[in-house]
């Protein structure tokens, strides 16, 4: 049974994995994977179907089982996302970069595959982690199911300097990382990512680099349950 302190999107993750890992194959209803997390995600979280009988990716059908709950002024995320065919959703650059050859490298491998996905949709600089669960069965799988949780949903219109250094710096102060563990993570001087976060705070008229995240993310995010 699961248990309601596990909300962090790793341990829903497991939960998934392990609900396919132990059940039987052919798997004939898709809730037996996500019924025991369905009631813990939290608002930054997702899961969704997706129907890949067709043979054309495009022609995949999409459809939301849970909603995002966090509402931005950039986007609606769920209206990004109707329930339609794969080939009908707004944003097709999107879907070829971060939706069709992850889905076929599944279904050609039959196994869950978990990754961070790092990207643009409509015209924003997204990233989320995303679990893909397929079908068990013997063949190609009829359909996947996908969890995924937000991680940054940013606009760089507003700076027109910023560059993917920069998002990537935002990113992991969001996470909660400090400077020196951002020169770690992306291979960079200490002394390059506390310029880069000193013409960050500049930009946005922050004293420091906690009040330049909490600018950035009440100036992107309502953190406010959908009623969607």
Request: proline share 4%; hydrophobic share 40%.
């Given at each position: 049974?699961?248990?309601?302190?596990?909300?962090?999107?790793?341990?829903?993750?497991l939960?998934?994995?392990?609900?396919w890992?132990?059940?039987?194959?052919?798997i004939?209803?898709?809730?037996?994977?996500?019924?025991?997390?369905?009631?813990?995600?939290?608002?930054?979280?997702?899961?969704?179907?997706?129907d890949?009988?067709?043979?054309?990716?495009r022609?995949?059908?999409f459809?939301?089982?849970?909603?995002?709950?966090?509402?931005?002024?950039l986007?609606?995320?769920?209206?990004?996302?109707p329930?339609?065919?794969i080939?009908?959703?707004?944003?097709?650059?999107?879907?070829?970069?971060?939706?069709?050859?992850?889905?076929?490298?599944?279904?050609?491998?039959?196994?869950?595959?978990?990754?961070?996905?790092?990207?643009?949709?409509?015209?924003?600089s997204?990233?989320?982690?995303?679990?893909i669960?397929?079908?068990k069965?013997?063949?190609?799988p009829?359909?996947?199911?996908?969890?995924?949780?937000?991680?940054?949903?940013?606009?760089?219109?507003?700076?027109p300097?910023?560059?993917?250094?920069?998002?990537h710096?935002?990113q992991?102060?969001?996470?909660?990382?400090?400077?020196?563990?951002?020169?770690?993570?992306?291979?960079?001087?200490s002394?390059?990512?506390?310029?880069?976060i000193?013409?960050l705070?500049?930009?946005?008229?922050?004293?420091?680099?906690?009040?330049?995240?909490?600018?950035?993310?009440?100036s992107?995010?309502?953190?406010?349950?959908s009623?969607?």
């Amino acid at each position: 049974m699961a248990q309601k302190s596990k909300r962090d999107f790793n341990s829903l993750a497991l939960i998934l994995f392990d609900n396919w890992v132990k059940s039987q194959s052919p798997i004939v209803d898709p809730k037996l994977l996500y019924a025991d997390i369905e009631g813990l995600i939290t608002i930054k979280m997702s899961i969704n179907f997706v129907d890949t009988r067709a043979d054309d990716p495009r022609d995949w059908l999409f459809r939301r089982i849970k909603n995002y709950g966090v509402r931005s002024r950039l986007i609606n995320i769920n209206k990004v996302f109707p329930d339609c065919r794969i080939g009908d959703l707004p944003d097709q650059a999107y879907v070829a970069d971060a939706i069709i050859p992850q889905f076929q490298r599944v279904l050609e491998a039959r196994t869950p595959q978990m990754d961070l996905v790092q990207t643009r949709i409509v015209g924003l600089s997204l990233g989320y982690d995303r679990i893909i669960l397929p079908q068990k069965r013997t063949g190609k799988p009829d359909w996947c199911i996908t969890f995924t949780e937000g991680r940054f949903l940013l606009s760089t219109s507003q700076s027109p300097t910023l560059d993917t250094v920069d998002e990537h710096i935002i990113q992991l102060l969001m996470e909660g990382q400090t400077a020196k563990d951002a020169a770690e993570i992306l291979g960079l001087s200490s002394r390059t990512i506390e310029h880069r976060i000193e013409k960050l705070k500049r930009e946005h008229d922050a004293r420091n680099a906690t009040q330049l995240v909490a600018k950035l993310i009440s100036s992107h995010v309502d953190r406010h349950v959908s009623r969607a």
